[in-house]
């Protein structure tokens, strides 16, 4: 769960080559559901270039969790994301579940859930 935490915290410090060395090089990364022609990115240079233009789309973006749960070697992370569009102008506060795979140290896939329920049982979790 660490390294989760580590990585985010590298995010949300602006340090994304830090962020990065938590991630494994073969990563396989899916959009969050409220990113619009969302797709799955593959690689430190796909992730690269997914996370320049996110980033670019936005005033004033902040990712914060809210809550992290242990699942072995997976993570369900509640985050709260919030911004303004640069060319819409449109304010965005939304929440976004993620599940984050683990292996040898390294995050190796972010799966996006519509619930919290959803990733908490893909996880092998039940409440």
């Keep these: 769960m660490e390294i989760v935490r580590t990585m985010l915290e590298r995010f949300s410090g602006g340090d994304y080559e830090?962020?990065?060395?938590?991630?494994?090089?073969e990563v396989v990364w899916e959009?969050?559901?409220?990113?619009?022609g969302r797709g799955?990115?593959?690689g430190h240079h796909g992730l690269s270039k997914w996370f320049?233009?996110?980033?670019?789309?936005?005033?004033?973006?902040?990712?914060e969790p809210v809550e992290l749960i242990d699942a072995g070697n997976q993570v369900v992370v509640i985050e709260r994301m919030r911004g303004r569009g640069?060319?819409?102008g449109v304010a965005v506060d939304r929440t976004v579940?993620?599940?984050?795979?683990?292996?040898?140290?390294?995050v190796v896939e972010r799966i996006d859930h519509s619930s919290r329920d959803e990733a908490l049982e893909a996880a092998g979790l039940s409440e």
């Design 40 to 42: 799955i990115h593959h």
């Design 97 to 106: 579940i993620s599940r984050y795979v683990v292996r040898d140290g390294q």
């Design 18 to 25: 830090a962020a990065l060395a938590t991630i494994h090089p």
């Design 86 to 88: 640069r060319q819409s």
């Design 31 to 36: 959009d969050p559901g409220l990113v619009p």
């Design 52 to 63: 320049s233009r996110w980033l670019g789309a936005w005033d004033n973006f902040v990712s």
